[in-house]
């Protein structure tokens, strides 16, 4: 809507009225431009002028800046393209009293902005659409690429600056990465049933208050009391009576192998937990950085194709001198707007892939999606002296993943032995100490203590079944724990491949560059001097293009591969600080 509103000026009604009633302090300026038109009537038309045409359209052409969204200036605006027609007039247009930018081919389109912007009114009724339409089209042309790069959303916001090893500390962090934070909590659980499994071997204290009132029926106790005294008989029911008692008792274990080896189990588990949250700081760190360079390989991309950009515009001036020049001739200057279309193409899609890994690195580290970031971060070649038995040996000792495998084929050893262990006997201590009445007065000191031995004998299988169980999960792990030293060894030597192909291919990628810049000034210098046509040109930037593509693929290759082999060797945080 914004849009529209500050575009109403386009149409010739808008033009009329805005041509007559512009600010007084704009005259000197715009009267400076009219007066260039007026010179530059007729065919003589000089290198000067048309330069002076250019700088005309780019001083008027002024972008105004309100609640952080780019408005036009329809009176700066208007002008910037009355001093691009000078710039690019080669015929006056029949009807209008300046020179306006018409070539042979294509007259009337040509010829229309100036007709427009010196006299919109005289437009025929028929070209008014045409006509809109077309001033849309130029007006937004130097505005183009401020939108491709800053959407209204985020503008009047900086970008953060963020190096890789800054994304890696803020994935890392406490509020960061949303799997950290489920290890570091799987890590408080692990404690937790440690210290529950640790309760079975502490003493167990227990105290009781009892206030009580009740009955007893003697012969259910098999109690029968007969006295031979005639007419007496003792009675069956006792009660009701009080009983007050305060207890204090206590147990503990003095020896259950099976509960020693559960608490280690559980120990064990601690241990687990923590490595595998270190193994997982090293995965997201892994995949923080990949990320990183997903987004560098994307902005030097970005930047490669802005090149590529500036060169097709310089190719057009070229192409559009040499036709007006008399050296060049249409089918030039199409060819070169077809291969600056082309080109914009291609920096389109090239920001849209940037934003995109700028949003899956904003996902990993935990900011906002609506953040900007700027990757400060360059990369380049680096040779990595390795050898691959060290790298190996490295990796068997230092990955976090396989102390976690490792810790864990050890609890399940201790988690069978404390299954194997429960046939034996084992000894608990118990005792207990209070005081009891009928009433709180009457009460009177009372103690028990001793030495229980338990000892199983026949549980119907299930002590059996379950130590099978607890054999075949310890089998388990160990067979995971041998798969995953090999695994670790394949990866290790994986990654030094790639290492040194990755290598190689920088090197090749470099001189095909080099090649390929040298044969695109070649072509340049032909065809600046008239030798050949654009075509040598367009083919020789683009095998400059697929050579720079080449080699930003080739040194992304190679830090991926650094990192592959860091992440294999369990090393990618310390490389990274």
């Not at 904003?362 to 906002?368: C, E």
Request: hydrophobic content about 40%; glycine content about 6%.
């Amino acid at each position: 809507m914004w849009m529209k509103n500050q575009l109403s000026f386009i149409t010739p009604k808008g033009l009329c009225s805005k041509a007559h009633h512009r600010p007084r302090s704009l005259r000197p300026t715009l009267g400076h431009g009219r007066e260039q038109a007026s010179t530059l009537k007729g065919h003589k038309r000089s290198n000067n002028n048309r330069e002076l045409g250019r700088l005309l359209g780019a001083q008027a052409s002024r972008l105004h800046w309100g609640k952080g969204r780019p408005t036009l200036d329809p009176y700066s605006s208007a002008y910037a393209l009355k001093g691009l027609c000078i710039g690019l007039e080669t015929q006056p247009l029949q009807g209008c009293d300046s020179a306006v930018a018409q070539p042979r081919v294509g007259r009337k389109l040509r010829g229309l902005p100036w007709a427009l912007l010196h006299n919109p009114c005289g437009v025929k009724a028929g070209w008014k659409p045409l006509a809109g339409a077309l001033l849309v089209a130029l007006f937004l042309a130097p505005v183009q690429p401020l939108f491709a790069q800053v959407s209204p959303a985020d503008s009047g916001r900086a970008p953060i600056r963020l190096t890789l090893r800054e994304a890696v500390e803020m994935a890392l962090a406490p509020d960061g990465n949303a799997r950290v934070r489920l290890a570091d909590q799987a890590v408080t659980v692990a404690e937790s049933r440690a210290a529950q499994a640790r309760s079975a071997l502490l003493p167990n204290l227990d105290a009781a208050l009892v206030q009580q009132n009740q009955t007893r029926n003697l012969a259910a106790f098999g109690i029968r009391i007969s006295v031979p005294i005639p007419g007496f008989t003792f009675p069956e029911v006792v009660g009701p009576f009080n009983t007050f008692d305060v207890r204090a008792s206590a147990s503990q274990s003095i020896f259950d192998l099976s509960a020693i080896r559960r608490f280690q189990a559980a120990r064990s588990g601690v241990a687990t937990a923590e490595s595998e949250e270190q193994s997982l700081q090293e995965v997201v760190a892994g995949e923080v950085s990949r990320l990183y360079l997903a987004g560098w390989q994307a902005r030097s991309r970005v930047e490669t194709v802005q090149s590529s950009v500036d060169l097709a515009v310089a190719l057009l001036d070229l192409a559009e001198d040499q036709k007006r020049a008399g050296t060049g001739t249409g089918i030039e200057v199409t060819r070169a707007r077809v291969q600056l279309a082309n080109e914009r193409q291609r920096l389109l899609v090239s920001q849209n892939q940037y934003r995109a890994a700028e949003l899956r690195l904003l996902r990993a580290i935990g900011l906002k999606l609506d953040d900007r970031i700027e990757i400060t971060e360059q990369f380049g070649y680096e040779p990595m002296p390795v050898e691959l038995k060290q790298a190996v040996a490295r990796a068997v000792e230092s990955r976090p993943d396989l102390r976690a495998q490792r810790k864990r084929e050890q609890t399940a050893r201790l988690s069978y032995g404390a299954v194997k262990w429960e046939r034996l006997p084992s000894l608990v201590a118990f005792g207990d100490y209070g005081t009891i009445g009928s009433a709180v007065a009457a009460s009177i000191p009372t103690r028990t203590y001793g030495v229980m031995m338990r000892l199983p004998l026949f549980d119907g299988g299930r002590r059996d079944a379950r130590r099978g169980e607890s054999r075949l999960q310890l089998e388990q792990e160990m067979t995971k724990t041998a798969d995953l030293e090999a695994q670790i060894e394949m990866e290790v030597r994986l990654a030094f491949d790639n290492l040194q192909s990755a290598e190689a291919q920088i090197r090749v990628a470099t001189e095909g560059v080099e090649l390929a810049q040298a044969e695109l000034a070649q072509a340049r210098r032909r065809y600046e001097a008239g030798v050949t046509t654009s075509l040598e040109v367009t083919d020789a930037q683009t095998r400059l293009e697929r050579a720079q593509d080449n080699r930003i693929a080739a040194t992304f290759s190679f830090q991926v591969a650094k990192l592959d082999l860091e992440q294999a060797t369990g090393s990618v945080r310390e490389a990274v600080k």
